[in-house]
């Protein structure tokens, strides 16, 4: 299966959405349901909590986009790095 092909990461704004809004479904149910606390301040607290995780998820993507545009242009290399002299060998030695 060939490689997806390289991109730009998303913006930091994505990333910061996506964990508060994670983070407000993984503790909406035990804070605002179970204890009562209100809900602007589960709103509040995950939104906090998202931009506290962002700059991680922001670099592991950075990371991982790196290493999908290596693997792409790994795959799609001809091998014609060095000149060959038109004999088949790097330098164009014969053997």
Same mark, same amino acid.
Do not use: C, Q
């Given at each position: 299966?060939?490689?997806?092909?390289?991109?730009?990461?998303?913006?930091?704004?994505?990333?910061?959405?996506?964990?508060?809004?994670? @983070?407000?479904?993984?503790?909406?149910?035990? &804070?605002?349901?179970?204890?009562g606390v209100p809900?602007?301040?589960?709103i509040i607290g995950?939104?906090? &909590?998202?931009? @506290?995780?962002?700059?991680?998820?922001?670099?592991?993507?950075?990371? @991982?986009?790196?290493?999908?545009?290596?693997?792409?242009?790994?795959?799609?290399?001809?091998?014609?790095?060095?000149?060959? +002299? +038109?004999?088949?060998?790097?330098?164009? +030695?014969?053997?």
């Amino acid at each position: 299966m060939d490689p997806l092909p390289p991109r730009d990461p998303r913006p930091f704004v994505v990333h910061w959405a996506v964990a508060t809004a994670v @983070a407000f479904l993984a503790t909406v149910i035990l &804070l605002w349901f179970i204890l009562g606390v209100p809900l602007t301040i589960v709103i509040i607290g995950s939104a906090l &909590l998202g931009l @506290a995780v962002a700059p991680y998820t922001s670099g592991n993507e950075g990371r @991982a986009l790196a290493r999908r545009k290596h693997e792409y242009e790994a795959s799609h290399h001809d091998g014609l790095d060095e000149p060959t +002299g +038109g004999r088949g060998r790097p330098g164009g +030695g014969v053997s």
